[in-house]
């Protein structure tokens, strides 16, 4: 305490968001006190001791920077994330993806953030803001009820969705006898998938047997009227709406070749590693909400599948995000309440890294205004700024969360055709216009 100024910043939850927020501000050389309900409590989806843990896909999406989102990880890299830090030295082979080892990842986020001499983590639930500071709250998607139900009083109402997780299996465990290794068009490695084919009898029984399968019962208040992200749509309704959707969709067969038959099969399912033992691998794509028994019955008419040992059955689960555009600035600090500042999927970002990149700059703003400066609003051409502007000026009525996407940024000056080639148009023109805002 310098008089009665607070010299320190609270940051609530150590997931994405929280672990970046509390990095940038303690490198700023301001003390950081960061609340964690883990170990004591977990949310439904968490289940490890460590902070910043992946709860479903190990994957950060695309790696080149020609893409939307390998360009949010390039500029969050050149602003100095920890995350990326860590995310870089903890690569699997994933194709053209940058996908982690979840175990190394959250355990090196975690000592990282725990030997800062600046960080001091208090661990507990938090169930109400703190009472003096500047606050960045992060608790995330499942932020637990107590202080969800301030953030509501606080923030006037909030939305939710729902969000699904795809289930692990053993490599032991896989028969390798009727699965291969490869990438789709020999890209990224030729061992960076394990693929189980099937022929169109297999795919047309399973097809029916998943479609009928028996759902697990939600509970939220919502349930007669879910919302469910695209993105995360478990794969038995995307089986609803068709015989083939699943194979223009996780199924596709497109760029694989059965080496048993030397043909394209007819449906695919891809497996991708968890871990650098790859001891572990996720079923892409199938986040499900199925009774636990029926996810071991349906998918084990997987041929490649028939005996898998599950390490974790896929599941359900609600998520929650403010209504931001009415709330929040384009430095994440609430408009009538500057001191308090939200970051993380519950601002309406989507995504592993969309949550951290917002933890950078919530956290960024955070220590700015302790220190009497002017936040730092980066260029909406910077997938970064982009996605801040997003939270901040999208349209409020059915305001929907937004992972990073080259739709978001300003148009090109100029028209370029070439997808590829607009891609690296975009990217180029973020990275010079980030240039002055990096160290
Ligand atoms: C089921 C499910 C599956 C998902 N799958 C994916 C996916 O595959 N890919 C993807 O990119 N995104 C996925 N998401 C979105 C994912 O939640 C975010 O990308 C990311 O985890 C959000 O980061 P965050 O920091 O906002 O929250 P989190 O990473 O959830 O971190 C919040 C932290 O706050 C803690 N906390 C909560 N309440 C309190 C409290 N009261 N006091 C103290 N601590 C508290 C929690 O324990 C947690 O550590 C999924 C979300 C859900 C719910």
Not at 383 to 411: C, E, W
């Amino acid at each position: 305490m310098n008089g009665d100024v607070i010299m320190y910043i609270n940051v609530l939850g150590a997931g994405l968001a929280g672990c970046e927020a509390a990095w940038q501000i303690a490198r700023r050389g301001i003390p950081v006190r960061l609340y964690e309900m883990k170990p004591y409590k977990k949310t439904p989806a968490h289940s490890s001791d460590h902070f910043c843990e992946l709860i479903c896909s190990n994957s950060l999406k695309a790696a080149r920077v020609e893409s939307a989102a390998g360009l949010l990880k390039e500029e969050m890299r050149r602003l100095g994330s920890l995350l990326m830090q860590c995310a870089d030295q903890c690569a699997v082979p994933a194709g053209g993806a940058l996908a982690v080892d979840r175990e190394a990842f959250s355990s090196m986020v975690t000592e990282r953030i725990c030997s800062h001499p600046l960080i001091t983590v208090v661990a507990g639930e938090v169930t109400d803001f703190p009472a003096d500071g500047i606050t960045v709250v992060a608790t995330g998607p499942l932020t637990s009820d107590a202080l969800a139900e301030k953030i509501i009083a606080r923030c006037g109402g909030s939305l939710h969705f729902f969000d699904a997780a795809a289930p692990i299996v053993t490599a032991e465990s896989i028969d390798m006898g009727l699965a291969f290794t490869a990438s789709r068009y020999d890209k990224g490695g030729d061992d960076a998938y394990i693929n189980c084919p099937m022929n169109k009898e297999e795919y047309e029984a399973f097809h029916a047997a998943l479609v009928s399968a028996e759902r697990a019962p939600r509970h939220d208040v919502d349930v007669m009227n879910p919302k469910v992200y695209e993105g995360c749509m478990p794969v038995e309704i995307l089986a609803g709406r068709g015989q083939d959707t699943l194979r223009f969709g996780p199924m596709k067969p497109v760029g694989l070749r059965d080496p048993r038959t030397g043909h394209r099969p007819w449906a695919v399912v891809q497996l991708r590693t968890e871990n650098c033992e790859k001891s572990m691998y996720n079923l892409v794509g199938f986040q499900t909400n199925l009774k636990f028994a029926e996810q071991k019955r349906v998918f084990g008419m997987i041929p490649a599948l028939h005996d898998a040992e599950y390490v974790r059955y896929g599941v359900m689960h609600r998520n929650t995000f403010l209504d931001s555009p009415k709330v929040l600035g384009a430095d994440y600090a609430m408009k009538d309440q500057p001191e308090l500042f939200f970051a993380g999927q519950m601002t309406g970002v989507e995504g592993y890294m969309e949550s951290a990149s917002s933890g950078m700059l919530a956290g960024i703003n955070a220590a700015r205004r302790l220190q009497g400066r002017a936040p730092l609003i980066l260029p909406k051409e910077t997938m970064m700024g982009a996605l801040a502007d997003y939270v901040a000026h999208a349209q409020s009525k059915d305001f929907q969360p937004m992972g990073a996407n080259l739709g978001i940024l300003p148009p090109l000056e100029e028209q370029i055709r070439d997808k590829r080639e607009r891609a690296a148009a975009y990217a180029q023109r973020a990275l010079k216009l980030l240039a002055p805002y990096t160290e």
